[in-house]
């Protein structure tokens, strides 16, 4: 349970085993994961580390598996989740994989070069074969107009010009000999290739195009693309070089086409026939791929986890010491003093399955360093531990803010997300979240994967808000009257109150009196706030004092618990003096001005009196910080005002303890010391340097006015910051009545202008107004709102709660453990 509230109490231990049973002590080290590794080589670089070569293998292993699964994605074949083989890595395995991987790519690599040159003269021969159906269908409709059999003659010519208004050219000297250049072009440049012809030979050619549209048998491509058949009938070769340099231009393909009908349907016949075995070969090619594919991705899994299981072991080897004899190898460990036994036994345990003659040996060490911090986690509290540790890792055996952050920290957020229906709808979310966690988390999404990883910070979060709309009496901006208002109209009217019906008619705001009998109970509501606050006037008045009060008494209680922690750190460390030095006055400091506020707060709210004659909680600290009792109305009760010049008397004279106490005492344990260097410890240790740093600066002359510096500044960021604080967590208050004030715009201004259609379309409009209602009530409140709320709370938490125990200054452990590696695939 201790570690459930500080960090784990850690030790370096040097482990001492024999090289060939290196892989299965660091192996079975890494599926316990309670282990960190130590560098005994801080001074080499990555590829002078003897086992540079074997990482670099795994490395280039993971390439190829990247690869493979890659291609085994692309072509749709399931990857089995699970497979039950733990086989220990060994050093062969490297090679032998090595070998089995290399193989596998280049038949791989082979195959899919062979599968895109057979697309590629698959692709090729439909399209000439496309070519020649639309040449055809040319020169057949030609035929039918011009009733002729061979190429245009003058008059065809000038009848194809009249018809296509692509030609504008006659001849005088016989026949015109036409020839024509085809090809295939992508779609979307064929209007930009149509312009430039029309440009450059100004209409003095015919043109054909059609677009070509494969049957779903035909398209072997993965991603086809639209392409056009063309042909470009014009008169002389020249004309036809300059076309075809403009068809390279354009990157079309230009394939040989026969003038006579017999040639191009020999020629169709022949593309027919070689499609068909391009067909049957393309399909055999694929089967064999899938297969290959198929039985890759049943071993892809384990492979993966095979090599970055012996990357791993052989990163960790490199931070490791090996003896002249090249049979010992020393390693340094960081490990929790209560694993240590777990630690040993799982030594041996890879001792004896390597066949080692000798048991590894441990060995527990005393050092200076500081030891790394660990806290252990569940699925539960590992959200909560992120939030923490994004702040900053706590320092060793430092008090751990998680524990109470669970508490404060949803409900934090509930006091401005307060709302029972919203926080329903947040809490069912995160309810969906829990149950179907192992299917969201192999979408492998990253917001969907932040999701699931604070699934229960949600879960919190929702419960938390459903009790505070439950106490504002809010749900989705109405009221529920569980027990009966404790106000009563009836008794405002005649004969014993002072109301009659021509003031119902004649008032626009009608005020109920509480001192008029049986008007109010005397009994307040017995949970949350009144309903009949809901429908009052002066509602936004009422609850804005309320919760700003509120706001201010959780913040210094928020706060005076933070700095009650540091008491905690401080009679853990034995920091004793720190506890007459620093806690004390800042406690008294905080409580004889914040702590006498919540006092007046709670003592009027106490207090029967009339709302005219109560002073401002506001205007009468001002008055107390300011020593100004003149104005009248600023007392609140008898012994007021010795109290309050006590109390910031008291105040101020912790101002000069906290700025000079400490600093003195310091200088003269350091004047006591001076003599003594063997023995001397720097006081700026009580700073946060660490003991190796005061070792090392022993003989270094200690600054008297680098402590009061230091000390002086934390004095002001604690007297200012005790303001500031407060002042923020007002903040609580502002985004509480913001959601309230958006939840009543969206029921007033969508859903209750359709609640009040009485027409026959009325339950059409009610549903499509809901449908609207819900995605706004989602996008705004629950969303946008939601991420505000959760955002404020962090700040909070940060900067006002945690700055007054917690440095987060330390680093964080880091184990070898195969479980968080096979978790980050």
């Not at 020593?627 to 000069?656: C, H, W």
């Not at 003195?664 to 260097?677: A, E, I, V």
Request: aromatic share 12%; hydrophobic share 45%; net charge neutral.
């Amino acid at each position: 349970m201790d570690s459930f509230f500080r960090s784990e109490e850690m030790c370096l231990v040097q482990l001492f085993f024999q090289t060939e049973s290196a892989h299965n002590c660091i192996n079975e080290l890494g599926h316990l994961g309670l282990v960190q590794f130590k560098d005994l080589n801080p001074g080499t670089v990555a590829f002078q580390r003897r086992f540079v070569k074997e990482v670099k293998k795994c490395e280039e292993m993971e390439r190829i598996l990247r690869f493979l699964e890659n291609e085994v994605v692309k072509s749709n074949i399931p990857i089995p989740a699970d497979f039950t083989s733990e086989t220990i890595p060994v050093p062969r395995d490297v090679l032998d994989l090595e070998s089995r991987f290399d193989k596998l790519e280049q038949e791989l690599k082979e195959i899919n070069s062979n599968r895109d040159t057979l697309r590629q003269n698959f692709t090729q021969l439909m399209e000439i074969n496309h070519l020649l159906q639309m040449t055809d269908d040319f020169f057949e409709e030609a035929e039918s107009q011009l009733s002729i059999s061979e190429l245009p003659s003058e008059e065809s010519v000038y009848s194809s010009r009249v018809t296509c208004r692509r030609t504008s050219y006659t001849s005088t000297n016989g026949p015109l000999k036409l020839g024509f250049v085809a090809g295939v072009i992508k779609h979307e440049r064929f209007p930009a290739f149509e312009k430039i012809l029309w440009r450059l030979f100004h209409g003095n050619f015919v043109l054909r195009h059609a677009e070509i549209k494969p049957h779903e048998e035909e398209n072997m491509a993965e991603d086809p693309v639209k392409k056009d058949v063309f042909v470009v009938f014009v008169q002389g070769d020249q004309i036809r070089g300059k076309i075809r340099k403009l068809c390279d231009g354009f990157h079309a393909s230009m394939y040989p086409c026969p003038n006579n009908a017999y040639a191009r349907k020999e020629m169709r016949t022949n593309a027919n026939t070689r499609i068909e075995d391009l067909r049957l070969v393309l399909k055999r090619t694929e089967e064999f791929r899938e297969t290959t594919l198929t039985a890759a991705a049943a071993n892809l899994q384990e492979w993966t986890s095979k090599v970055k299981k012996m990357k791993a072991i052989y990163y960790t080897l490199n931070l490791c010491n090996i003896d002249i004899t090249q049979k010992l190898i020393v390693a340094e460990i960081w490990c929790p003093v209560s694993d240590l036994n777990s630690v040993h036994t799982a030594l041996i345990h890879g001792s004896e399955q390597s066949g080692s003659s000798l048991s590894p040996v441990v060995n527990r060490i005393q050092t200076q360093q500081t030891p790394p911090t660990f806290n252990r986690v569940n699925s539960f509290t590992s959200g909560f531990q992120s939030i923490i540790d994004a702040y900053g890792v706590g320092n060793y055996q430092e008090i751990n803010p998680a524990p109470y952050t669970m508490v404060t920290f949803p409900f934090l957020f509930a006091v401005m997300f307060g709302d029972c229906g919203h926080g329903l709808v947040m809490t069912l979310l995160a309810l969906w979240l829990i149950l179907h966690q192992e299917h969201f988390r192999k979408l492998k999404n990253e917001l969907i994967d932040m999701l699931v990883d604070g699934r229960y910070i949600i879960f919190l979060m929702g419960l938390f808000s459903i009790y505070t709309g439950l106490i504002y009496n809010d749900c989705f901006s109405k009221s529920f009257n569980v027990f009966g208002s404790s106000w009563s109209v009836r008794p405002m009217f005649h004969p014993h109150g002072p109301w009659t019906n021509d003031t119902l008619h004649d008032s626009g705001h009608l005020h109920l009196d509480p001192q008029v009998s049986g008007v109010y109970s005397g009994n307040p509501y017995p949970f949350g706030v009144d309903p009949i606050w809901n429908i009052a006037s002066n509602k936004l008045s009422f609850l804005n004092s309320y919760k700003m009060k509120m706001s201010v008494i959780m913040g210094v209680a928020h706060m005076l618990f933070g700095v009650t922690l540091s008491l905690v750190n401080y009679i853990f460390f034995r920091n004793l003096k720190d506890v007459a030095l620093q806690f004390i006055p800042e406690v008294i400091f905080m409580l004889s001005l914040f702590g006498y506020l919540i006092f007046l707060i709670l003592y009027k709210w106490c207090v029967v009196m009339k709302s005219e004659s109560a002073p401002s909680i506001l205007l009468l600290f001002i008055n107390m910080m300011l020593f100004d009792y003149s104005s009248e109305g600023t007392v609140l009760y008898r012994t007021q005002k010795p109290v309050q010049i006590f109390l910031v008397v008291v105040a101020v004279l912790m101002v000069p303890w906290l700025l000079f106490a400490k600093p003195l005492l310091l200088y003269r344990k350091h004047k006591q010391l001076k003599l003594k260097p063997s023995t001397n410890k720097l006081p700026m240790q009580v700073f946060g340097i660490s003991n190796q740093e005061a070792s090392d600066n022993r003989k270094e002359k200690v600054s008297m006015a680098d402590i009061f510096v230091y000390q002086g500044i934390h004095t002001i960021e604690y007297c200012l910051g005790c303001i500031s604080n407060t002042a923020s967590y007002l903040r609580l208050w502002a985004l509480s009545l913001a959601h309230a004030e958006l939840s009543e715009v969206l029921w007033k201004m969508v859903l209750q202008v359709a609640l009040r259609v009485t027409s026959g379309m009325g339950s059409v409009l009610l549903a499509v107004t809901f449908a609207a209602f819900a995605v706004l009530t989602v996008t705004i409140l629950l969303v946008m709102e939601g991420l505000s709320a959760f955002l404020h709370a962090l700040r909070l938490h940060w900067v006002e709660f945690q700055n007054k125990f917690y440095k987060g200054s330390g680093y964080k452990f880091t184990p070898l453990s195969f479980d968080r590696m096979r978790d980050m695939q």
